[in-house]
Nanobody, 130 residues
Framework: VEVVDSGGEVVPVGGSLRLTCIAS????????MAWFRQSPGKEREGDSC????????YYTDPVKGRFTVSRGNGNNTLILQMNSLKPEDTAMYYC????????????????????????WGRGTQVTVST
């Protein structure tokens, strides 16, 4: 399984950005895909997740209402649409895929470093400038 994340760049406060993740090699739809982020000096934490089989999405409170995670047009493509960006959103964003994770995998890994997710992208830097 290979996970490739992309789309990070420098954006102004209040701006929008779209991150893309492609996971190849997953054998079926029994998995979850999520976005995690890590700021300097802080632990990595998950803030959005999608259970692939039924499309259920999950968010942490800091991003709820501003971030939207969805399936892209391609196979195993995950999109993170980020709106109303704040300086505290500045971080390295990592896409992850977890085989045999569904709704429970999402809820148990949000607000955590994602110990159940076995496949990770290299990360893409998002910087919100003031």
């Amino acid at each position: 399984v290979e996970v490739v994340d992309s789309g990070g760049e420098v954006v102004p406060v209040g701006g929008s950005l779209r991150l893309t993740c492609i996971a190849s090699g997953l054998p079926n739809d029994e998995y979850a895909m999520a976005w995690f982020r890590q700021s300097p000096g802080k632990e990595r934490e998950g803030d959005s997740c999608l259970a692939w089989k039924d499309g259920q999405t999950y968010y942490t409170d800091p991003v709820k209402g501003r971030f939207t995670v969805s399936r892209g047009n391609g196979n195993n493509t995950l999109i993170l649409q980020m709106n109303s960006l704040k300086p505290e959103d500045t971080a390295m964003y990592y896409c992850a895929a977890g085989y045999r994770l569904g709704r429970i995998g999402c809820t148990s890994n949000l607000d955590s470093p994602g110990p159940d997710f076995g496949y990770w992208g290299r990360g893409t830097q998002v910087t919100v400038s003031t």
